[in-house]
């Protein structure tokens, strides 16, 4: 999909958080993305530059809210590339 969007379920696994986190993200327009024609079917392609930026360790917002914050540990590793 290249290398500044992931399908939804890829940046779910690169981020480690869950689809239905993404997509809450997606339509709060936390994180930026947008729907297209993959394999005949419409799914979400995820800006992973946003991802990032929301779940980064220092300065995303994630880190404001309430839950487990494992993903942060994973997060420098995965989105190198």
Do not use: H
Request: proline content about 2%; aromatic content about 8%; overall charge positive.
């Amino acid at each position: 999909m290249g290398q500044d969007f992931a399908l939804l379920e890829e940046a779910a696994e690169i981020s480690g958080l869950s689809v239905v986190t993404i997509k809450r993200l997606l339509q709060k327009r936390e994180i930026s993305g947008y729907k297209a024609v993959v394999d005949g079917r419409r799914r979400w392609l995820v800006s992973l530059r946003s991802l990032q930026a929301c779940t980064d360790s220092e300065r995303g917002f994630l880190l404001d809210r309430p839950g487990p914050k494992m993903y942060l540990k994973r997060q420098d590793q995965r989105f190198r590339g």
